[in-house]
Each structure stands twice: as structure tokens, then as C-alpha cells.
């Protein structure tokens, strides 16, 4: 029985199938977007890794619809060549570029810092930048750098930002919206995750660079579930979603370019999306009036998903919530050893 829904749900997928949203994998961010974009035009949003794939596109549509874009970007000539992109096609598109490292957590603070000196609001986040680390590395503080990166990088980013959001919610009346992009291979990740990442950030024998990424995208299902909890504890007008954007070719995979991976793609053709595809869920999530009051859900193809059993549960969520408050604090190298210093907080 199970095969045979997981035969369905992958035929609906190939042939872009419309789910309740009105929406399938083959519809694009543009698409999505069509019938609301002027609401968009006092909108303030925060959009990470834009200076390529799915989050350049998601940057341009979110500018043709009206919204004022920040671009944090590690490199600056990059995400400077894309605003000029967006600006020669949309000319009215109001883009500030400013410089972040997620890997670094006194580049995250610096990056808050610098923001909220600009006295912006705040109404959308979309943590979507994401590395793929081939070679196993540590980041300065200590952190094996693909969690680094694409988890604990955006949890100390959203924890800082949340008070301008809720502020610019409660000031404007409109909702604020943070979306994670997660992916769908979270589920290739089981066991205990905090000693995985305590393993990795101590020594490259145990690490496996589909393990690691895999580990950071459950991390972010996981984050987006706690935080929804916790907003909704605090009666935030903010909400938080994820999203698997489905599987595109982006530069995530530059570090891995020749013949295999081109053969790999090739042959996976037929699944994969384009970019303008790919883009939708997230552009989805971020700004249909559909899911106003909607948190805490996990959506695939512009539609609510299930995630696996271990990205549902929510005692690993706490956990993992308390083990990333001790990275972020200020007592930085003394996070790590890690297995130590979470074990020793009962978790």
C-alpha cells in the first residue's frame, strides 16, 4: 500500500498535478504570485543566498511584485550584479545589499546590527541560502560548516530579527512571515543529531557530506516547528513555515562539476524542476493569503507535506532549540566541547 501511494504521489509530481493550493511542481514563482502582487508593495523581506538559483528568482519576483528586498550576501560583487539585474528589469525596485557571512556568528550579529541601524520594518524572512560541503570544515566558531551555514547561522539570524518582525507586525496590522528552506532529504538523516554535529565539529572521521546536509535540513524542520510553538506562545503575529523546494540544479553543486554529476542530471532530467519552478513553494509560503495564520507546516510543490517521523517530533525540537542556544551564546569557544556541554543540561 505504501509503495503504491508513493508511485501516485510521484506520477502527480511528473505531471504537475494541481494540489488544494491550485497549485503543482510545475507551477513557477511567478505563477503563484500573479494575483496579489500589489499588497506586496509595503512589504519589507529579508532574503538569504539570493545571489544565485532559487533565491535570485525568488528576489525578482518578490521586486516585480513591489516588495522592498535586503540581500545579505558572503559575496558582495555577486548580490551587487544581481540587484542591478532585477533593477534593469523592474526600475521602481527598492534593493539594499549588505554583507553576511552565515557561517560566522559575529557576521550574523553585525549583519543585525547594521539592519536594524537602517530603521527598516520587517515583514518576511526567507532563510534560503544553503552550501553543500564536499570536504569536511569547521567554521570559526567551532561548528562543522554545513550546519553552520544552513541551520545555526539562520537560527541566531531569526532569533535577532524577531523582535523588528513582531514589532512591524504589531505596528502595520499585517502578519510577518519567516520561511525555512528546508529540502525533502531530511528524512535521510536518523539517529541522535546532537551528537552527530558534536562528532563532526570535533573530527572529520565521522563525517559524511550527504549526512551532514541532510542533518541541517532536518535542523531546519525542526527549528520551524519549536518557533511556531514559541510564537504562538508569546500570541506573535509572526508565522513559520518550511519548504523542499524539489529537486533543481543550482550551484550548490559547484564544488562537484565534470561528467558524473552532468550524467547524474541528465538522467535524473525528468524530475528535476527549473528554477522558476523551484522558487514557487517558497514564493508561495512567503506570500499567499492562503496561509495567513498558517505555522509550523512543511509544504512540497506549493502544498502542505508530511515530513518523516524524526522531523514531527517535537521533543527533538526542544532539544535541538536548547543545544543551539548554547552555540550562539557569547561564550563562543567554550561551546565546544559539545557533547559535555549539552548532556550536562539534561536534555
Known sequence: M?????????LKYLIGSTGASGFGSKSTAEEVTETYHPGLRSITAIITGATSGIGAETARVLAKRGARLVLPARNLKAAEEDKAMIISE??????????????????????????????????????????????????EDGIETTFATNYLGHFLLTKLLLGTMIKTAKQTGVQGRIVNVSSSIHGWFSGDMIRYIG????????YD???AYALSKLAN???????????????????????????????LTREREGFITDLVFFLASKLLKTIPQAAATTC???????????SGKYFADCNEASTTKLGSNLNEGVKLWAASEIMVSRRAKAVF??????YDHDM
Not at 562528532?199 to 565521522?206: A, F, L
Not at 510553538?229 to 508569546?234: G, I, N, S
Not at 509560503?285 to 495567513?292: G, K, N, Q
Not at 566541547?337 to 549539552?342: S, V
Request: glycine share 2%; with cysteine.
Open 199 to 206: 562528532q563532526i565539529s570535533r573530527s572529520k572521521s565521522q
Open 337 to 342: 566541547d559539545p557533547l559535555n556541554a549539552f
Open 90 to 139: 523592474f526600475p521602481e525596485s527598492k534593493i539594499v545589499v549588505m554583507a553576511l557571512d552565515l557561517s560566522s556568528l559575529n557576521s550574523v550579529r553585525n549583519f543585525v546590527w547594521e539592519f536594524e541601524s537602517l530603521n527598516l520594518p520587517l515583514n518576511l524572512l526567507i532563510n534560503n541560502a544553503g552550501k553543500f560541503a564536499h570536504e569536511h570544515a569547521i567554521s
Open 221 to 251: 524542520v525542526l527549528h520551524t516547528k519549536e518557533l511556531a510553538q514559541r510564537l504562538k506562545q508569546v500570541d506573535a503575529n509572526v508565522t513559520v513555515n518550511c519548504v523542499h523546494p524539489g529537486i533543481v540544479r543550482t550551484r
Open 2 to 10: 505504501k509503495r503504491q501511494v508513493e508511485m501516485l504521489e510521484t
Open 284 to 294: 508561495y509560503v512567503a506570500t499567499h493569503p492562503r496561509l495567513v495564520n498558517i
Open 209 to 211: 557530506a550527504t549526512r
